[in-house]
Each structure stands twice: as structure tokens, then as C-alpha cells.
């Protein structure tokens, strides 16, 4: 007796709780828009704190500025080349040739050409 009541108590609790849902592969991320961690109200040539990671800004007019070192001076903010959203370190950038993206954990990727590929390469080197 006391398994049948066991076991009509699980089924109970089974159907009261459903299974948990997969969650869903998030949506491509081809533009600006959607990629996390650009700041906002940046100067365009002030000052700034990383050439490689969560590099991008945005001006009080919205341009859309990068955190670059030319030559290896300090650091400022750049106008941006066109951004193609959140893209993979070396997948292929065809069609977005001198192009920037982030990568998801932030890194700031260019797209460049060698060898007759086009791919995604660390921007700051």
C-alpha cells in the first residue's frame, strides 16, 4: 500500500511540474544594436581603458567610436569602421573586408585578408 501511495504521489508531483524547456540558441547578432557592452557618451579622441576587450563606444551624437593605440601610443577613441555585430575569432568575415565585430567574450575582432581568406582576427594586433 504504501508504494502505491508513492508511486501516485510522484505522478502527482510529475504533472504538477513540467519538464524544463531547452532554451533557444540566441538570434544572430549582424549589427550594433545588439552587442553587449558598447559605453555610452564617449569623447571621440579622449582617452581609454582597453585596445582589446569591450572596446567600443558610442558618441553623445551616436557614432559608434573603438578603443585603439596607433602605433603604440596611449590609447583614445577612433571613429569605427562599419560593425558587423557579434562574430567568432578566425570564422570567415566574407563581405565584411576591413570591417570590425566583438566576439562574445568581448574581444575586439577585425576582419582581414590572407592567404585568400577573409577572417575574423584580434583587432588590437
Known sequence: MRSLLAVL??????ATFPPAVVAAQPAACDEPSCVPGITGGVVLGAGCPNTAYFVFGTTSRGRLVFCGSPRRYA???FRSPPMAGIKDENSD???HLNDVAQAPDGLFLSCAASDGATRWVRGDA
Do not use: E, K, N, S
Open 93 to 95: 568575415c566574407g563581405g
Open 75 to 77: 590609447p583614445r577613441y
Open 9 to 14: 504521489a510522484a505522478l502527482v508531483i510529475a
